[in-house]
């Protein structure tokens, strides 16, 4: 089992609609949830970041977090075409540091 | 540029040669991970590094591979005799501190192996 899974896609999003990315983590004991958003060719950029069961609102960006399922997601309210990218879920996993393990990413297009 | 540094962002070797890469963190910031990303990959952590320490190189193969945080200048993450399996993206990240939060990562070091 993979430590973080998320749906490969690809995600096909129509314009002004709101996206839902999922991510699921296999340590109960994970503390810290991470999204990026990373375009082709470039570096991860951060979008949200999590620490507490509930929801945190940034922006059109709204990252829900429940560590009773173990599954955190991140929803994207009015999309836009600059919003096609893949979205990477990173966790900081117990024992591990700080360091992020990561999943394999969704990518994600939206559609006019 | 307050942002994460990373050269150079392109990076052409022969197998066997050394490729020496660099980053500078974020103002402020005193530790720096190292990330590698294979072609159609996530992201694997590498190496996490403070200020001469090195904290946990738990995801760096252990031949050839070699990074260090000096108390002067930038990271420097070093790969000797490489391989054309090291081609890949190298990312660094910085954090203020090491309490799980948010790290930020450079432009990156496109690695290609002849």
């Known amino acids: 089992q993979k430590e973080v899974e998320q749906n490969s896609g690809p995600l096909s999003v129509p314009e002004g609609a709101i996206a839902s990315l999922n991510c699921t983590y296999s340590d109960r004991g994970s503390q810290s949830f991470f999204w990026y958003r990373q375009y082709s060719g470039k570096s991860p950029e951060l979008i949200m970041f999590?620490?507490?069961?509930g929801d945190k609102e940034d922006g059109r960006f709204t990252a829900q977090l429940n560590k009773a399922s173990q599954y955190v997601s991140l929803l994207i309210r009015d999309s836009q075409p600059s919003d096609s990218a893949t979205y990477l879920c990173?966790?900081?996993?117990?024992?591990?540091?700080?360091?992020?393990?990561f999943g394999t990413g969704t990518q994600q297009k939206v559609e006019l | 540029n307050a942002g994460v540094m990373q050269n150079p962002r392109h990076l052409v070797r022969r197998r066997g040669q050394e490729a020496r890469l660099r980053c500078s963190p974020m103002k402020g910031h005193s530790h720096v991970y190292w990330y590698r990303q294979l072609p159609e990959e996530g992201l694997k952590f590498m190496v996490y590094l403070q200020k001469e320490n090195i904290i946990d190189e738990s995801g760096m193969p252990k031949e050839r591979f070699s990074a260090e945080f000096p108390k002067e200048g930038p990271s420097i993450l070093r790969i000797q005799q490489v391989v054309r399996g090291d081609s890949a993206a190298y990312f660094c990240a910085s954090s203020p501190r090491d309490n799980h939060q948010p790290q930020h990562f450079g432009d990156g070091t496109r690695l290609s192996i002849l």
């Open positions: 999590i620490y507490s069961n």
């Open positions: 990173a966790v900081t996993v117990t024992g591990g540091g700080n360091k992020l393990t």
